[in-house]
């Protein structure tokens, strides 16, 4: 089947720029989506087609993609930006997210 | 604004069902597809189906193919998701969440709704 591979953690230092990748043997051919995900909340959708970034969501949220893989880039972390972060292709109408990734911010 | 409204928390038995429902406003109900995700505690984010609102075609994950059910009221502008012959590790968060209206991707989420499978 196919899957989306995740780190489970990512560290980072206040101020720092963090990356996140997402690797997949069909990312080549489909656009990445990213969701942030705090505790105890719904997810928010920060990227959608690898680089367009919503209304709203603060300038420092990147995305990028190449090959089989997407990254989402923060620049200049805050420690709100603390959460986890998930990968998401649509294969169709279905989806198929990563196994998301615990970012700290120390 | 749009809205995702879901019902509350359940707890039920090994076996039982459960039916959650997610009521939209905001927007045309008919013209966005809705799709279910749920997340077990510390685990990653599932997807399980999808519905157009519109002509009410479905499609399911095909892990819980056969347990799963999703449907809507148009007159109520609300999507169900029911889940059949629940087992513990139906035990998660289940979220509703439309596709496109503004993004092509998940841009907005209900509030989730817990279910607890407990004997």
């Known amino acids: 089947s196919y899957e989306l591979a995740q780190p489970p953690s990512v560290s980072v230092s206040p101020g720092q720029t963090a990356s996140i990748p997402c690797s997949g043997t069909?990312?080549?051919?489909?656009?990445a989506s990213w969701y942030q995900q705090k505790p105890g909340q719904s997810p928010v959708l920060v990227i959608y087609?690898?680089?367009r970034r919503p209304s709203g969501i603060p300038e420092r949220f990147s995305g990028s993609s190449s090959g089989n893989t997407a990254t989402l880039t923060i620049s200049g972390t805050q420690a709100v930006d603390e959460a986890d972060y998930y990968c998401?292709?649509?294969?169709?109408?279905?989806?198929?997210f990563g196994g998301g990734t615990k970012l700290t911010v120390l | 604004q749009v809205q995702l409204v879901q019902s509350g928390a359940e707890v039920k038995k090994p076996g039982a069902s459960v039916k959650v429902s997610c009521k939209a406003s905001?927007?045309?109900?008919?013209?966005?597809?809705m799709h279910w995700v749920r997340q077990a505690p510390g685990h990653r984010l599932e997807w399980m189906g999808w519905?157009?609102?519109?002509?009410?075609?479905?499609q399911n994950s095909q892990k819980l193919q056969g347990r799963v059910t999703i449907g809507w009221d148009t007159s109520a502008s609300t999507a169900y998701m029911e889940l059949s012959n629940l087992k513990s590790e139906d035990t998660a968060v289940y979220y509703c969440?439309?596709?496109?209206?503004?993004?092509?991707?998940?841009?907005?989420w209900g509030q989730g709704t817990l279910v607890t499978v407990s004997s």
């Open positions: 087609h690898d680089t």
């Open positions: 905001g927007y045309i109900f008919t013209n966005y597809p």
């Open positions: 998401q292709v649509w294969d169709a109408s279905l989806a198929l």
């Open positions: 969440a439309t596709r496109g209206y503004m993004y092509d991707s998940l841009d907005y």
């Open positions: 069909k990312l080549g051919d489909k656009y």
């Open positions: 519905i157009n609102a519109g002509s009410g075609y479905t």
